[in-house]
C-alpha cells in the first residue's frame, strides 16, 4: 500500500521526500553510534560505552538521569524535606562529629576511609556472599555544606567514578560488567529512576504483565513501627543502574545514603573485589521457591546456590 502512495507522488515531492528519509537515517546513525560510545550522553564523569556482540537488537533507548527524577508535584514534597548540611569550615572537620551534623547523623562515625571505599564492607573481608551485609543509612555532606569537594564525606554525590560497560549477554538480557579492577568497598553507581507512589508501580507492573521488572522499593523502618517506602521505576527513564542484572551471589551491596535531602538514594557498593570484564550483578530480594506464580521467571545467575527463580518484586530493607 505505502510503495502504490509513492509511486503516485509528483517526481518534485517524491524527490524531497527521499533527502528527508536520508537526512532522518544519518541522524538515527549519528545517534545511535553516540550512544555506543557513551550511553550517558556526557551525562556522568565517565563514558559509559555500550556493546552487543551476541545478536542484532539496538542499543537500548532510554532518558538517561544520573539521579532519581519525580514529577512537579513530588519534587516540591521533597524539596520541602531537605536535610540539615554542616559548617564545617574544612575538610579535616568532617572526620569527626564535632560540629559536623552529617557525621553527627551516623552517631559520630564517618562511614568512609581515605580511598572513599565503605567501611562496613572493607572491614568484614570474610562477608559470606550469601549475605546481605547489615543495613547502614549514610548521610553525606553535598555542595550546600561548608566544606570543600574534597571532604572524605562525599562519595556517592561525585556520581559514578568507575569505567563500566553496558553489554548484550548471551541468556539475561543486557548486563552491566567492569572496565576495570573495583576494590572491596567501591562506589560504582546509583540506581536511579522515577519516583513513583505504590499506585502507580501496582498499575505499572500490570501494564507490563510478564516482561523483566524494573521497579525497585525501598522500605525504611522507623521510629514507632512506622516504614517509609521510596518506589523507584528506571524502566525509561534511568541510569546505568538499570542494566545490573540480579545473582543469588551479587558482587554488589545496596546501601541508602542521603545527601543533602531526606529522599533515599539508592547507591551499589562492592561486596568484595571485582575483576575487569566481571559482570556487575546485585541482589533483586528474597525469592519465593515456593510460589508457583513467579516460576515464570526462572534465575540463569548461574551461582553454586542459586535460587532457581527470580523474586517476585525487587526491594531493599
Not at 549519528?30 to 557513551?38: E, F, P, R, S, W
Request: charged share 20%; glycine share 6%.
Amino acid at each position: 500500500m505505502l510503495l502504490v502512495l509513492l509511486k503516485r507522488l509528483p517526481p518534485q515531492l517524491f524527490a524531497r521526500l527521499s533527502c528527508v528519509c536520508q537526512s532522518w537515517r544519518s541522524t538515527c546513525t549519528v545517534v545511535i553510534l553516540a550512544l555506543k560510545q557513551d550511553l550517558s550522553l556526557g551525562s556522568e564523569a565517565v563514558p559509559i560505552p555500550c556493546r552487543n556482540e551476541v545478536d542484532h537488537d539496538p542499543v537500548p533507548c532510554i532518558v538517561y538521569t544520573v539521579s532519581c527524577t519525580a514529577d512537579a508535584c513530588t519534587l516540591r514534597r521533597l524539596q520541602s524535606c531537605d536535610s540539615a548540611h554542616c559548617l564545617c569550615s574544612g575538610v579535616s572537620d568532617c572526620r569527626t562529629a564535632e560540629g559536623c551534623t552529617c557525621v553527627v547523623a551516623m552517631d559520630g562515625i564517618l562511614p568512609y576511609d581515605d580511598a572513599g571505599r565503605l567501611l562496613s564492607l572493607v572491614n568484614t573481608p570474610s562477608l559470606h556472599l550469601a549475605e546481605e551485609p547489615r543495613a547502614q543509612v549514610i548521610f553525606e555532606c553535598t555542595s550546600h555544606c561548608a566544606c570543600n569537594a574534597s571532604c572524605r564525606n562525599r562519595v556517592v554525590s561525585r556520581g559514578l567514578q568507575k569505567r563500566v560497560e553496558v553489554f548484550k549477554t548471551h541468556s539475561r538480557g543486557w548486563g552491566l560488567r567492569s572496565c576495570e579492577k573495583i576494590s572491596r568497598g567501591t562506589f560504582v553507581c546509583e540506581y536511579a529512576g522515577e519516583i513513583i507512589n505504590s499506585a502507580e508501580a501496582d498499575r505499572r507492573r500490570a501494564q507490563r504483565g510478564t516482561a523483566r521488572n524494573y521497579i525497585m522499593c525501598v522500605r525504611e523502618h522507623v521510629s514507632g513501627g512506622r516504614v517509609l517506602r521510596t518506589t523507584i521505576d528506571p524502566t525509561t527513564r534511568g541510569n546505568v543502574g538499570r542494566f545490573i542484572n540480579h545473582s543469588c551471589e551479587a558482587n554488589l551491596s545496596v546501601h541508602i545514603v542521603r545527601a543533602g535531602s531526606l529522599v533515599p538514594r539508592v547507591a551499589l557498593f562492592a561486596r568484595r573485589d571485582i575483576n575487569v570484564a566481571e559482570e556487575l550483578t546485585m541482589s533483586y530480594g528474597e525469592a519465593d521457591c515456593t510460589d508457583v506464580a513467579h516460576r515464570i521467571h526462572p534465575c540463569l545467575c548461574g551461582a553454586h546456590n542459586c535460587k532457581g527463580v527470580l523474586p517476585s518484586q525487587t526491594s531493599f530493607d
